[in-house]
């Protein structure tokens, strides 16, 4: 007598329409399943910026108040400086840093200009025409023939990209890059309990400090609570859910999950009140200037004089 052979039901290797397990063509991730996945990476994400900050770096080494006030300083200095030449040795500056600090270059560009093109490039997209900002024509792409109006502002005679719109754009896109690779050097090499005690030195009000400290720890519990309501979804269907099952759950989950975090939120609070908090942000740390951090406050001041007098010497 033949023994017959276990096997799953036909109906649950059958997807929805168009999804078909094994078949040619695969059916798009659905909105749950995005959602783990965005959420997935932001914890990863998060996990390995608390990593790089744990490593043995030039930057890691610094005391957070030093190290504050030295890229607060460089900001200032980008923020001012009017030639792209010096903003390049700028962001040299920076990519060596991040180098001595352990962190891989490719990552430190990639989280760098991720968003850089996108929007300073919507931004300073009009300059480079001469019909925004006037300047020498390095190429004509429309001739109008005679000078064209638009209303009481005139167009010129011809649409073109100029040599000043060129250079402004440049100057921005890379004062733009230099602050924020200074601002993300500060972030990834510094535990965040630690940065946020360092803001109080610089006179911060608490009431901000409060703020931020309470918005990154509800961030990572929001994060956790919309992982596990997804997950539990995805682990007790049988089968592909619908776009529209997947548009009804997602605007069901929305109200659960505000109830849900508001209700701890105050459990957490309660909690860290009858631990002792009193709105200081707490850390382990203890902060000390030694020998290494003025030295890196003196390196930086010389960077900041030799960016600053390079500018003005360019003109």
Do not use: C
């Not at 006030?69 to 962001?91: K, N, Q, T």
């Not at 009481?152 to 402004?168: D, H, M, V, Y």
């Not at 602050?179 to 050097?185: P, R, T």
């Amino acid at each position: 007598m033949a023994e017959s052979t276990p096997a799953v039901p036909e109906w649950m290797l059958q997807g929805s329409a168009g999804a078909g397990l094994g078949g040619a063509k695969q059916r798009r991730a659905s909105v749950v399943q995005r959602t783990i996945q965005g959420l997935s990476r932001a914890l990863r994400r998060s996990v390995f910026s608390e990593q790089i900050a744990a490593r043995d770096g030039l930057l890691q080494g610094i005391d957070p108040r030093a190290k504050t006030a030295g890229m607060l300083g460089l900001l200032i200095v980008a923020a001012f400086v009017r030639h792209w030449y010096v903003l390049l040795a700028l962001y040299s500056v920076t990519l060596a840093m991040a180098g001595l600090s352990r962190i891989s270059l490719g990552y430190f560009i990639r989280r760098v200009w991720l968003f850089i093109p996108v929007f300073t490039g919507i931004i300073v997209l009009p300059s480079l025409f001469n019909v925004f900002r006037a300047g020498d024509p390095l190429w004509t792409i429309w001739d109008f023939g005679s000078e064209v109006h638009f209303g009481p502002w005139s167009l010129g005679s011809s649409l073109a990209i100029t040599k000043q719109g060129i250079e402004g754009a440049v100057v921005l896109v890379l004062r733009v890059a230099v602050s924020v690779s200074l601002a993300v050097l500060l972030a990834l090499t510094t535990r965040w309990a630690d940065l946020l005690k360092s803001l109080r030195v610089f006179f911060v009000p608490r009431i901000f400090i409060l703020i931020l400290s309470m918005t990154y720890r509800y961030i990572f519990l929001l994060i956790s609570l919309a992982s596990d309501m997804f997950t539990a979804r995805v682990s007790r269907m049988v089968r592909a859910s619908t776009p529209r099952e997947d548009r009804r759950f997602a605007a069901a989950s929305m109200g659960t999950l505000l109830g849900k975090s508001h209700t701890m939120s105050d459990e957490i609070y309660a909690a860290m009140v009858s631990r002792g908090y009193n709105g200081e942000p707490m850390s382990t740390h203890r902060f000390s200037m030694r020998g290494a951090d003025w030295a890196w406050l003196g390196a930086v001041a010389l960077v900041a004089m030799f960016a600053a007098g390079g500018d003005r010497l360019l003109g």
